[in-house]
């Protein structure tokens, strides 16, 4: 009886170490999909055939300018210095930071370091893909959407998901993200401080850095670029 009974819990043991071990595989299994994208760098500002520009709306050229910088890097031996002047007066200020790019696979998240001044200046994200559609990931007048306020020192990991929703105008307007993504800008635009209700436009100085740009991809590195 004796041994019938020790069969018994054998057998028990067995298959509740075979349950668990089922549990076990498919969540190591759920985990890798969701975990399965693959980090791909777009830029890390370490060659010397990118020449770095940026645009300006409603203020003068020379009062923004970027180059790099060997002093402040996050990431290998230098990043990108980003000097801006915004004025108190005329419309609202802003700049973008272009990058030319052909992202071939599907993306999923844009990532980069930004080392802050705590101007109160805003950051977004813009992106022109195949069909010459701008997705705009933050209105910078507004505030609406993802990005964020400058209200810190040092650095720190911006993360823009791109499978949320946004804005997006001209192109083919059929408001996708058509693959390959063509172009993205970094963008700054100046501090805003409500005063009785209304947007008052604040002057700024300052200097920014950013590096390592990168995205998730559902594809490896050869196949995304």
């Given at each position: ?83 801006y002047h915004f004025v108190s007066t005329g419309g609202f ?130 196949e995304t670029l």
């Amino acid at each position: 009886m004796k041994s019938y009974n020790f069969k018994i819990e054998r057998h028990q043991t067995a298959t509740m170490f075979n349950v668990l071990l089922s549990l076990f595989v498919l969540l190591v299994c759920s985990a890798t999909s969701v975990l399965g994208a693959v980090p791909v760098v777009i830029q890390d500002f370490e060659k010397p055939d990118f020449k770095p520009t940026v645009w300006v709306v409603n203020f003068p050229n020379e009062n923004a300018s970027v180059q790099f910088s060997t002093t402040q890097p996050h990431d290998g031996k230098q990043c990108l210095k980003l000097h801006y002047h915004f004025v108190s007066t005329g419309g609202f200020q802003y700049l973008g930071i272009p990058f030319k790019v052909k992202i071939f696979a599907p993306i999923h998240k844009l990532r980069f370091w930004l080392k802050g001044d705590n101007s109160k200046c805003s950051y977004g994200l813009q992106v022109t893909d195949a069909g010459g559609e701008t997705h705009q990931y933050r209105s910078l007048s507004t505030g609406s959407g993802q990005g964020g306020i400058i209200d810190f020192t040092g650095w720190i990991e911006v993360v823009f998901d791109l499978d949320l929703p946004h804005e997006t105008w001209g192109g083919d307007r059929n408001g996708k993200l058509n693959h390959p993504i063509a172009s993205f800008n970094l963008t700054v635009g100046q501090p805003v401080e409500k005063v009785d209700g209304k947007d008052k436009l604040i002057a700024a100085e300052g200097d920014l850095y950013f590096d390592t740009i990168s995205v998730d991809s559902e594809k490896s590195v050869e196949e995304t670029l």
